[in-house]
């Protein structure tokens, strides 16, 4: 017997994903099983094979020099008496841990940040009148947000106020907010758009941000070798980056992109795999930048496109995406997004994606050698996220050249619909949504016409119809079954009336599971969100959009605080925050953003903290006392929503709600008597 199939014969079977085990959805389910049949290596496997370090998983293990890794396990049999665990340098478990987390909240500040100034800088381009391809779409986004940045819309002529120059605001817009990364002095400007008691609060304790370059430098300082050894006061500059993100570039990206692109309203589409056509050219956008995907987009819908798509045998182009890039084509666009997070590699696995195109975050590396087994053109668009391997293709992103950059992708998809091979495999699986909510979409069809405010909103949930709101939101993480907590925290938090408002992979996983249909009201809501719903005919479930959109969540909430009759603060809200399988260190830069913001924001997929209880303890517990909001986790989902749903009751006693009202129909004499 020759030496190789001697090997052979005692070599294990590879361990493989259990496709009904890691995901809930059967699109996944059914392309996990085609890539196992043809021997394509995707996350899911991957997960089954390679498991997570022990100690790296607690948070305790240093590598800020090269005298480590230092590893400090929490002992089995837990900790007696004084915790001696130290690193060489004498780093406790708290330090180190708090370090760790500390570096993940910089890391994801960064990313949502260098995406908000991108999109900055495109404005700034816009304003100077250096580009063509883009312009402003929303105005009234862009007179909206002036005067945060100290800009004047109006100016005095002969003791008149009038319009000023709409060219002259833009482009003081845009230098104000391009300098919001690096000014050397102050504090971020939107920051003043939390609510008065918020902002104070933050002030009072030395945590408004200055700009946001420098809260990301100073943590990564901070967290070096030698320096802050004090948890309590590392998870100080944990607040003060992350208000950075949320209240700073996030929210500036958000912005920016509703002035350039437009402010998203209602519409239908759909979500799932099954959204890839087999006679058409299939495109998938990917990441989180929207800048280039919007140029996709018209050029996908132009004539010349469509008629080259034609002469080439395709029936049309049909847009898809993944991810957040995906959400912000849904949400402006309607284009479908063909999965979350962990379905990436299934897409190409279809055979029928012509042209994947990624930008920034959450794209796999393992895209390319997936592209390898199909004739699917893998472009990389981003001058700071290449990759090695050689059949990928980078074109680089212009927004100079912007239309020319994406016809030519285009171009190049269709050119490659001919190259398809035989194996061809598009799941039917798909379901109908209705996104692009916002917080002046809320307020149209919660207030109505004629009375656009939050007042109804509040007004519900003071009678009890509605019991809170969630905001939940996130990614997928391979480590948990795809979907399957995100859809039942979601489902336990509406069947208990709470309304939930999501973002992210959160969002595309409610498509996926129709939760974002108006007709979900009556399947799956108690009957005091089902009646609300209902009555003005949104789904119980509102999708706002990408992960730098948990800003449009934040100023959602400083809403109902502005509306009335819920508190001074968002801390006072009957609200939570959830991430039911959270993944990414941006996930822990928006948690802590909204724990300082007071919200109560539990995590599904364990945290890195199991380690260092003390500083587990002070994140779970004390920081209520400092912000009114919290960190927390919990695997289990129904435990997970309840314990949301418990919290919201906790706000509803002490705003003394907690027992419903019955609506009474009021003629005008009752009225009158109201008023007297
Ligand atoms: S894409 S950050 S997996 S939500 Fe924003 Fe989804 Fe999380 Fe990426």
Not at 105 to 114: E, L, M, N, R, W
Not at 326 to 350: C, D, K, S, W, Y
Not at 543 to 566: F, P, W, Y
């Amino acid at each position: 017997m020759v030496e190789e199939e001697k090997k052979e014969k005692v070599a294990k079977p590879k361990k493989m994903a259990d496709p009904a085990a890691v995901s809930i959805d059967p699109a996944t389910q059914e392309m996990l099983a085609q890539a196992q049949k043809l021997g394509i290596d995707t996350i899911f496997d991957r997960a089954v094979t390679m498991r997570p370090c022990n100690i790296g998983m607690q948070g305790t293990c240093c590598k800020m020099c090269a005298m480590g890794p230092c590893r400090l396990p929490l002992p089995k049999a837990g900790i007696e008496g004084e915790d001696t665990r130290k690193g060489l340098c004498g780093a406790t478990a708290n330090t180190v841990a708090a370090r760790n987390f500390a570096r993940m909240v910089a890391a994801g500040t960064a990313a949502h940040s260098d995406h908000g100034r991108a999109v900055a800088e495109v404005f700034l381009s816009v304003a100077r009148k250096e580009t063509d391809d883009y312009t402003i779409k929303s105005p009234e986004r862009l007179l909206q947000i002036a005067p945060y940045f100290g800009v004047a819309t109006t100016v005095e002529v002969d003791g008149e106020q009038l319009d000023r120059d709409f060219d002259e605001i833009a482009l003081e817009v845009a230098e104000k907010a391009v300098a919001e990364w690096g000014k050397p002095e102050g504090e971020l400007c939107y920051l003043k758009r939390a609510p008065e008691p918020l902002y104070e609060r933050w002030k009072k304790l030395g945590e408004l941000p200055r700009n946001i370059d420098r809260e990301v430098v100073e943590i990564m300082h901070r967290t070096t070798m030698g320096v802050d050894q004090d948890y309590k006061n590392i998870v100080k500059q944990c607040t003060r980056c992350s208000l950075s993100d949320g209240w700073g570039g996030s929210m500036m990206a958000t912005d920016f992109q509703d002035v350039m692109f437009g402010a998203p309203s209602p519409l239908h589409s759909e979500a799932n795999l099954g959204i890839m056509k087999e006679d058409h050219v299939n495109i998938i956008v990917h990441g989180h930048e929207p800048v280039l995907s919007e140029m996709i987009v018209a050029a996908a819908q132009s004539r010349e496109m469509l008629d080259y798509a034609a002469s080439k045998g395709a029936k049309g182009i049909q847009l898809g995406g993944i991810c957040c890039t995906g959400n912000e084509m849904l949400q402006r666009h309607g284009v479908p997004p063909a999965g979350t997070f962990l379905q990436q590699e299934l897409v190409i696995i279809t055979g029928a994606c012509d042209a994947m195109v990624v930008d920034v975050q959450c794209v796999f590396q393992n895209l390319a050698n997936v592209a390898k087994c199909f004739h699917t053109k893998l472009i990389t668009t981003h001058p700071i996220a290449k990759m090695e391997q050689d059949n990928v293709i980078h074109i680089e992103f212009d927004e100079h050249h912007a239309m020319e950059d994406a016809k030519r992708i285009v171009t190049m998809a269709i050119d490659n619909f001919e190259n398809r091979g035989a194996e061809v495999m598009i799941p039917k699986h798909k379901a109908v949504q209705i996104a692009g909510f916002g917080v002046e979409s809320i307020k149209y069809h919660l207030g109505g016409t004629f009375r656009g405010s939050y007042y109804t909103l509040n007004d519900n949930i003071i009678n009890g119809r509605v019991r809170g709101v969630a905001g939940v939101v996130g990614c997928n993480n391979a480590r948990t079954r795809h979907n399957e907590a995100h859809i039942t925290v979601v489902k336990e938090l509406i069947k208990n009336d709470v309304l939930v408002l999501t973002t992210g992979c959160n969002g595309i996983a409610c498509a996926m599971h129709g939760l974002l249909t108006p007709e979900t009201a009556q399947v799956f809501c108690g009957p005091g969100l089902a009646e609300v719903c209902e009555t003005v005919g949104i789904p119980p479930v509102l999708h706002l959009g990408s992960c730098v959109d948990n800003s449009r969540i934040l100023l959602a909430a400083t809403e109902v605080v502005k509306a009335g009759g819920l508190g001074k603060d968002i801390r006072d809200l009957p609200a939570a925050g959830s991430a039911p399988e959270w993944m990414s260190e941006k996930a822990i830069a928006i948690g802590q953003y909204f724990v300082a913001s007071g919200v109560y924001t539990v995590f599904g997929y364990h945290m890195p903290l199991e380690g260092a209880p003390v500083l587990k303890d002070y994140l779970y517990k004390e920081l209520e006392n400092i912000y009114g909001g919290m960190w927390d986790c919990e695997p289990d989902p129904i435990k997970h929503a309840q314990k949301m749903i418990a919290h919201i009751d906790k706000k509803r006693k002490e705003l003394g709600i907690d027992k419903a009202r019955e609506r009474v129909l009021m003629d005008m004499a009752d009225r009158q008597a109201l008023e007297a």
